[in-house]
Protein backbone atom coordinates (compact mmCIF):
# COMPACT_ATOMS: atom_id res chain seq x y z
CA UNK A 1 0.00 0.00 0.00
CA UNK A 2 1.46 3.47 -0.93
CA UNK A 3 1.69 5.97 1.30
CA UNK A 4 2.41 9.50 1.23
CA UNK A 5 5.47 11.04 4.26
CA UNK A 6 3.82 12.51 6.84
CA UNK A 7 4.58 15.72 7.99
CA UNK A 8 6.54 15.51 11.28
CA UNK A 9 5.15 17.12 14.65
CA UNK A 10 1.59 17.40 13.51
CA UNK A 11 -1.49 15.49 14.71
CA UNK A 12 -3.83 14.57 11.40
CA UNK A 13 -6.72 17.18 10.98
CA UNK A 14 -9.08 14.08 10.99
CA UNK A 15 -8.54 10.71 12.03
CA UNK A 16 -11.15 8.03 11.68
CA UNK A 17 -10.10 4.82 14.12
CA UNK A 18 -11.48 1.69 13.70
CA UNK A 19 -14.99 2.91 13.30
CA UNK A 20 -18.18 0.17 13.12
CA UNK A 21 -21.38 1.56 12.08
CA UNK A 22 -24.87 0.52 10.49
CA UNK A 23 -27.74 2.23 9.32
CA UNK A 24 -29.58 -1.33 10.66
CA UNK A 25 -29.23 -4.42 12.44
CA UNK A 26 -27.18 -7.43 11.04
CA UNK A 27 -26.31 -4.43 8.09
CA UNK A 28 -22.91 -2.87 8.56
CA UNK A 29 -22.09 -0.05 6.61
CA UNK A 30 -18.45 0.39 8.18
CA UNK A 31 -16.28 -1.69 9.01
CA UNK A 32 -13.12 -1.09 11.89
CA UNK A 33 -12.40 1.88 8.74
CA UNK A 34 -10.03 3.67 9.56
CA UNK A 35 -7.93 6.87 8.04
CA UNK A 36 -6.46 9.84 8.74
CA UNK A 37 -6.02 13.30 6.81
CA UNK A 38 -2.98 15.28 7.69
CA UNK A 39 -3.28 18.66 8.44
CA UNK A 40 -2.88 21.61 5.56
CA UNK A 41 -3.48 18.89 2.31
CA UNK A 42 -6.67 18.21 0.16
CA UNK A 43 -7.28 14.29 -0.03
CA UNK A 44 -10.24 12.75 -1.46
CA UNK A 45 -12.71 9.49 -0.99
CA UNK A 46 -13.34 7.37 -3.67
CA UNK A 47 -16.12 4.28 -3.16
CA UNK A 48 -19.01 2.98 -5.27
CA UNK A 49 -22.35 4.57 -4.99
CA UNK A 50 -23.71 2.91 -1.51
CA UNK A 51 -20.16 2.32 0.24
CA UNK A 52 -20.72 4.80 3.01
CA UNK A 53 -18.94 7.82 1.76
CA UNK A 54 -21.87 9.92 3.09
CA UNK A 55 -22.32 8.07 6.02
CA UNK A 56 -18.50 8.52 7.00
CA UNK A 57 -18.84 12.69 6.66
CA UNK A 58 -21.88 12.32 8.52
CA UNK A 59 -19.77 10.27 11.04
CA UNK A 60 -16.93 13.23 11.23
CA UNK A 61 -19.66 15.82 11.38
CA UNK A 62 -20.69 14.20 14.42
CA UNK A 63 -24.72 14.01 12.56
CA UNK A 64 -24.69 10.73 13.94
CA UNK A 65 -22.22 8.29 16.34
CA UNK A 66 -20.75 5.14 15.65
CA UNK A 67 -21.31 2.01 17.01
CA UNK A 68 -18.16 1.18 18.26
CA UNK A 69 -14.65 3.48 17.29
CA UNK A 70 -13.66 6.95 17.15
CA UNK A 71 -13.22 9.88 15.13
CA UNK A 72 -11.39 13.36 15.72
CA UNK A 73 -11.46 15.99 13.48
CA UNK A 74 -10.30 19.52 14.37
CA UNK A 75 -12.57 22.72 14.86
CA UNK A 76 -13.79 24.65 13.20
CA UNK A 77 -15.38 22.75 10.47
CA UNK A 78 -17.43 22.87 7.34
CA UNK A 79 -19.60 20.90 5.19
CA UNK A 80 -20.00 21.54 1.59
CA UNK A 81 -23.44 19.46 0.31
CA UNK A 82 -23.36 18.03 -3.06
CA UNK A 83 -26.59 20.27 -3.46
CA UNK A 84 -26.11 23.87 -2.88
CA UNK A 85 -30.20 24.43 -2.32
CA UNK A 86 -29.58 22.46 0.39
CA UNK A 87 -27.12 24.60 2.52
CA UNK A 88 -27.64 28.26 1.66
CA UNK A 89 -30.65 29.78 3.20
CA UNK A 90 -30.88 33.15 3.07
CA UNK A 91 -31.91 35.75 0.37
CA UNK A 92 -28.73 37.19 -0.53
CA UNK A 93 -25.22 35.92 -0.98
CA UNK A 94 -24.30 38.14 2.38
CA UNK A 95 -27.12 37.70 4.19
CA UNK A 96 -26.17 34.09 3.69
CA UNK A 97 -22.80 34.40 4.71
CA UNK A 98 -23.45 36.57 7.85
CA UNK A 99 -26.48 34.06 8.95
CA UNK A 100 -23.76 31.34 9.78
CA UNK A 101 -21.96 34.06 12.14
CA UNK A 102 -24.79 34.44 14.25
CA UNK A 103 -23.48 32.10 17.08
CA UNK A 104 -20.08 34.11 17.23
CA UNK A 105 -21.85 37.15 18.74
CA UNK A 106 -19.34 39.32 16.25
CA UNK A 107 -19.86 43.05 15.75
CA UNK A 108 -21.85 44.18 12.65
CA UNK A 109 -18.30 45.51 11.45
CA UNK A 110 -16.74 41.92 12.27
CA UNK A 111 -19.69 40.16 10.51
CA UNK A 112 -18.77 42.35 7.78
CA UNK A 113 -15.22 42.43 7.07
CA UNK A 114 -15.35 38.36 7.80
CA UNK A 115 -18.54 38.21 4.79
CA UNK A 116 -16.18 40.31 2.55
CA UNK A 117 -12.91 38.46 2.85
CA UNK A 118 -14.46 35.23 2.64
CA UNK A 119 -15.99 36.64 -0.55
CA UNK A 120 -12.62 37.50 -1.72
CA UNK A 121 -11.13 34.13 -1.36
CA UNK A 122 -13.56 32.90 -3.60
CA UNK A 123 -13.72 35.38 -6.20
CA UNK A 124 -16.81 36.32 -5.91
CA UNK A 125 -16.71 39.67 -3.89
CA UNK A 126 -18.96 41.85 -6.49
CA UNK A 127 -21.80 39.12 -5.80
CA UNK A 128 -22.32 40.37 -2.08
CA UNK A 129 -25.99 41.74 -2.83
CA UNK A 130 -26.94 38.97 -5.31
CA UNK A 131 -29.89 37.02 -4.73
CA UNK A 132 -29.16 33.43 -4.46
CA UNK A 133 -31.66 32.28 -7.14
CA UNK A 134 -29.66 34.45 -9.34
CA UNK A 135 -26.51 32.12 -9.09
CA UNK A 136 -25.23 29.53 -11.05
CA UNK A 137 -24.47 26.00 -9.76
CA UNK A 138 -20.58 26.94 -9.61
CA UNK A 139 -21.34 30.18 -7.88
CA UNK A 140 -23.37 28.66 -5.07
CA UNK A 141 -20.79 25.90 -4.30
CA UNK A 142 -18.72 28.72 -3.80
CA UNK A 143 -20.85 30.72 -1.95
CA UNK A 144 -20.83 27.33 0.39
CA UNK A 145 -17.26 27.31 0.53
CA UNK A 146 -16.98 30.88 1.46
CA UNK A 147 -19.35 30.62 4.59
CA UNK A 148 -16.83 27.80 5.81
CA UNK A 149 -13.99 30.40 5.59
CA UNK A 150 -15.97 32.86 7.56
CA UNK A 151 -16.68 30.71 9.85
CA UNK A 152 -12.52 30.80 9.63
CA UNK A 153 -12.95 26.82 9.47
CA UNK A 154 -9.54 24.51 9.42
CA UNK A 155 -11.77 21.55 7.96
CA UNK A 156 -14.21 21.57 4.81
CA UNK A 157 -16.09 18.08 4.14
CA UNK A 158 -17.19 17.90 0.81
CA UNK A 159 -20.25 15.70 -0.31
CA UNK A 160 -19.47 14.94 -4.15
CA UNK A 161 -19.41 19.01 -4.27
CA UNK A 162 -19.35 18.81 -8.17
CA UNK A 163 -22.00 16.07 -8.82
CA UNK A 164 -24.53 18.63 -10.13
CA UNK A 165 -21.87 21.08 -12.19
CA UNK A 166 -21.13 21.09 -16.10
CA UNK A 167 -17.56 19.73 -16.77
CA UNK A 168 -15.81 23.14 -17.03
CA UNK A 169 -17.10 24.54 -13.52
CA UNK A 170 -16.33 20.98 -12.09
CA UNK A 171 -12.84 21.36 -12.77
CA UNK A 172 -12.70 25.08 -11.69
CA UNK A 173 -14.11 24.07 -7.86
CA UNK A 174 -11.62 21.55 -7.75
CA UNK A 175 -8.73 23.49 -8.63
CA UNK A 176 -10.01 26.83 -6.27
CA UNK A 177 -10.37 24.40 -3.66
CA UNK A 178 -6.70 23.11 -4.26
CA UNK A 179 -5.64 26.45 -4.24
CA UNK A 180 -7.47 27.54 -1.09
CA UNK A 181 -5.95 24.34 0.85
CA UNK A 182 -2.46 25.52 -0.11
CA UNK A 183 -2.97 29.35 0.16
CA UNK A 184 -5.15 29.47 3.95
CA UNK A 185 -3.29 25.96 4.86
CA UNK A 186 -6.81 24.44 5.13
CA UNK A 187 -7.78 20.83 4.92
CA UNK A 188 -9.92 19.71 2.69
CA UNK A 189 -12.00 15.74 2.27
CA UNK A 190 -13.68 15.38 -0.70
CA UNK A 191 -15.69 12.78 -1.53
CA UNK A 192 -16.40 12.22 -4.89
CA UNK A 193 -16.68 9.18 -7.68
CA UNK A 194 -15.29 11.41 -10.75
CA UNK A 195 -11.62 10.10 -11.35
CA UNK A 196 -10.37 13.02 -13.08
CA UNK A 197 -10.63 14.88 -9.87
CA UNK A 198 -7.63 13.02 -8.60
CA UNK A 199 -5.43 14.86 -10.09
CA UNK A 200 -5.78 18.05 -8.03
CA UNK A 201 -5.62 16.29 -4.81
CA UNK A 202 -2.72 15.65 -2.42
CA UNK A 203 -3.51 12.10 -1.62
CA UNK A 204 -6.62 10.07 -1.68
CA UNK A 205 -8.88 6.90 0.09
CA UNK A 206 -10.69 4.04 -1.17
CA UNK A 207 -13.81 2.82 0.17
CA UNK A 208 -14.73 -0.75 -0.29
CA UNK A 209 -16.74 -2.79 1.94
CA UNK A 210 -16.94 -0.62 4.44
CA UNK A 211 -13.52 -0.27 5.11
CA UNK A 212 -10.82 1.61 3.02
CA UNK A 213 -8.66 -0.54 1.04
CA UNK A 214 -6.10 0.79 -0.51
CA UNK A 215 -5.05 4.92 0.14
CA UNK A 216 -1.90 7.07 -0.62
CA UNK A 217 -0.31 8.73 -4.02
CA UNK A 218 -3.96 9.35 -6.15
CA UNK A 219 -2.39 8.69 -9.44
CA UNK A 220 -1.52 5.23 -8.22
CA UNK A 221 -5.01 5.39 -6.87
CA UNK A 222 -6.45 6.24 -10.18
CA UNK A 223 -4.72 3.59 -11.63
CA UNK A 224 -5.70 0.75 -9.07
CA UNK A 225 -9.43 1.86 -9.33
CA UNK A 226 -9.72 1.69 -13.63
CA UNK A 227 -7.72 -1.89 -13.01
CA UNK A 228 -10.56 -2.57 -10.79
CA UNK A 229 -13.34 -1.44 -13.39
CA UNK A 230 -12.01 -3.01 -16.36
CA UNK A 231 -12.33 -6.30 -14.45
N1 LIG B 1 -30.44 7.74 6.66
C1 LIG B 1 -30.27 6.46 6.30
N2 LIG B 1 -31.06 5.47 6.80
C2 LIG B 1 -30.89 4.19 6.44
N3 LIG B 1 -29.95 3.77 5.57
C3 LIG B 1 -29.14 4.69 5.03
C4 LIG B 1 -29.25 6.08 5.36
N4 LIG B 1 -28.30 6.76 4.67
C5 LIG B 1 -27.64 5.85 3.94
N5 LIG B 1 -28.12 4.61 4.16
C6 LIG B 1 -27.61 3.37 3.54
O1 LIG B 1 -26.24 3.23 3.89
C7 LIG B 1 -25.49 2.75 2.77
C8 LIG B 1 -24.37 3.75 2.48
O2 LIG B 1 -24.95 4.95 2.02
P1 LIG B 1 -24.11 6.28 1.76
O3 LIG B 1 -23.23 6.55 2.93
O4 LIG B 1 -25.07 7.32 1.36
O5 LIG B 1 -23.19 5.81 0.52
P2 LIG B 1 -22.41 6.68 -0.58
O6 LIG B 1 -22.37 8.09 -0.11
O7 LIG B 1 -21.04 6.03 -0.65
O8 LIG B 1 -23.14 6.50 -1.87
C9 LIG B 1 -26.48 2.58 1.63
O9 LIG B 1 -26.85 1.23 1.60
C10 LIG B 1 -27.64 3.44 2.02
O10 LIG B 1 -28.85 2.95 1.51
MG1 LIG C 1 -23.06 9.87 -0.96
Not at 76 to 96: E, Y
Not at 152 to 180: G, K, W
Not at 191 to 205: I, N, P, Q, S, W
Request: contains cysteine.
Amino acid sequence: MATLPQKLHQPPAITVDNICFSWAVDAPILKKCCLEVPRGEFWMLLGNNGSGKSTLLKLLAGLITPNSGTVAINSPFGFVFQNPDHQLVMPTVGADIAFGLVKEHLTYVEVRERVREALSAVNLLELERRPIYALSGGQKQRIAIAGALARHCEVILFDEPTALLDPDTQIELVQQVQNLVKVRGLTALWVTHRLEELDYCDGAFLLQQGKVIAQGEPQALKAKVLATESH
